[in-house]
């Protein structure tokens, strides 16, 4: 009999914002893989001597490949053992779980994937932004800012002109570039802008600004990774008293 293995999404960090599914899941498994952005509270749920392998990596330590990964679902899968393959936020959003599902299932090993809450829309709520709003924001892209070496990256023009609230996920490292893509493309420089770091966990720390001074205010604040980039006029609506405009940063330079 082979095993089974659930793809399961931990959601962004805030242990209480694991489903009820999820925590049975982690209970019943008898093989843990986590990656370094779920939080590592979450193996609470686990069984006392089950076996646990940390797989991801962070701050350049070493982490297991993704085909090593694979490797070890599918060889504990062929044992029959349930494994639980733990990933921050959503499994199938930005977090190659659909990668692994199709690899899986050429085994023919049974996959289940178990949502996780995305940190795209947990992470903004929790300074009060909302990512649609009937009077300012129709719709929402989720959207990698990660850039490829072939160059490959999304049509930031476009973006611009869609007047849906953007989330971008692994833009930190290119919040300038993608900031001056944008602006470039036709959004407003005053266009409400934020970066989030660590959401939902109680080390989070974040940079409202405008979009024309986000760059600035990620540095001058010193978020890191992870972080996400949130761009659009419901960005205007949250809760934190330090939004800084591109007007105001003229008047402060
Ligand atoms: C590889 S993606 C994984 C996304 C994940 N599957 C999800 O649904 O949230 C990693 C990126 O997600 C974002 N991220 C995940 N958790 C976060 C958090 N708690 N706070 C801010 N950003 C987060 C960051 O942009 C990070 O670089």
Request: proline share 4%; net charge negative.
């Amino acid at each position: 009999m082979t095993g089974k293995v659930f793809l399961i999404g931990a959601g962004p960090g805030d242990v209480e914002l694991l489903t009820l599914k999820a925590v049975r899941l982690i209970k019943q498994a008898d093989l843990v893989l986590i990656d370094d952005l779920a939080n590592p509270e979450v193996l609470q749920f686990a069984a006392p001597d089950v076996e646990v392998v940390h797989v991801g990596k962070r701050c350049g330590a070493h982490s297991a490949a993704q085909h090593e990964i694979e490797a070890l679902m599918l060889a504990a899968a062929l044992e029959g053992r349930t494994v639980a393959r733990i990933k921050g936020g959503d499994p199938f959003i930005f977090g190659r779980g659909g990668e692994e599902m199709q690899t899986l299932c050429a085994a023919g090993i049974d996959v289940e994937v178990v949502n996780g809450i995305t940190s795209g829309s947990a992470v903004p709520a929790t300074l009060g932004i909302p990512l649609t709003h009937r009077h300012c924001a129709h719709g929402v892209t989720f959207v990698s800012g990660h850039s490829h070496k072939d160059g490959d990256e999304p049509d930031w023009a476009l973006l611009a002109r869609s007047a849906m609230t953007l989330v971008i996920y692994m833009g930190l490292n290119h919040v300038s570039h993608i900031a001056d893509a944008l602006m470039a493309g036709g959004l407003s420089g005053d266009t409400p802008a934020a970066a989030i770091q660590y959401g939902t966990r109680p080390e989070q720390r974040q940079a409202l600004a405008s979009l024309a001074t986000l760059a600035l205010e990620v540095e001058r604040r010193g978020i890191g990774s992870p972080a996400l980039l949130i761009i659009g006029q419901t960005v205007g609506l949250a809760r934190a008293k330090t939004v800084i405009s591109s007007t105001q940063h003229k008047e402060l330079t």
